[in-house]
Nanobody, 121 residues
Framework: QVQLVESGGGLVQAGGSLRLSCAAS??????MGWFRQTPGKEREFVAD???????DYADSAKGRFTISADFAKSTVYLQMNSLKPEDSAVYYC?????????????????WGQGTQVTVSS
């Protein structure tokens, strides 16, 4: 059984930084990524990383967020800098054993429970 455990969320002031971590157990993956969701809105893509090292970022994350991973340990990280109030959301880790990229919710095979990020102005 696959379990994804996220950590690192919290409250930070605008302009600050947070680093999210997600440790997955039970499998190896082709790709890992991060999504976020706010109340009343659909879950949206933030970033993903492939075993090859390739990455994708949402436009809102480019230049501010950096995704990294240790696929041998099935662990993925999201370094978030220059945070803005509009980055406030529940952030979800996602992994795939069937897709080489995770850029939509339909690409993910497994999800974490989510970690809250709140950015105050």
């Amino acid at each position: 059984q696959v379990q994804l455990v996220e950590s690192g969320g919290g409250l930070v002031q605008a302009g600050g930084s947070l680093r999210l971590s997600c440790a997955a157990s039970g499998r190896t993956f082709y790709a890992m990524g991060w999504f976020r969701q706010t109340p009343g809105k659909e879950r949206e893509f933030v970033a993903d990383i492939r075993r090859s090292g390739g990455t994708d970022y949402a436009d809102s994350a480019k230049g501010r967020f950096t995704i990294s991973a240790d696929f041998a340990k099935s662990t993925v990280y999201l370094q978030m800098n220059s945070l803005k109030p509009e980055d406030s959301a529940v952030y979800y880790c996602a992994t795939s054993r069937s897709k080489l990229r995770i850029t939509t919710v339909y690409d993910a095979d497994y999800w974490g429970q989510g970690t809250q990020v709140t950015v105050s102005s």
